[in-house]
């Protein structure tokens, strides 16, 4: 039986090395702050494969909507 699917229990601790993983466009460092949240796409093997900052819009007012 051919392996499929590489398990957590079947890698050695420090086996994958950054050069064996494919770089994606996703630039390092810390996404979201008070005033924007951070937009992530994953990709079907769990990659990160792209992320974006948004803006938070300040204006709303929850208290508006208590009528509807």
């Known amino acids: 039986m051919a392996l499929t699917k590489i398990e957590p229990g079947l890698i050695a601790t420090g086996a994958v090395t950054n050069t064996a993983l494919a770089n994606t466009e996703v630039t390092a460092g810390v996404y979201g702050s008070t005033s924007a949240i951070p937009i992530i796409t994953v990709d079907e093997d769990g990659r990160?494969?792209?992320?974006?900052n948004t803006s938070i819009e300040t204006g709303f007012n929850p208290f508006l909507l208590a009528g509807l």
């Open 48 to 52: 990160l494969t792209n992320v974006v």
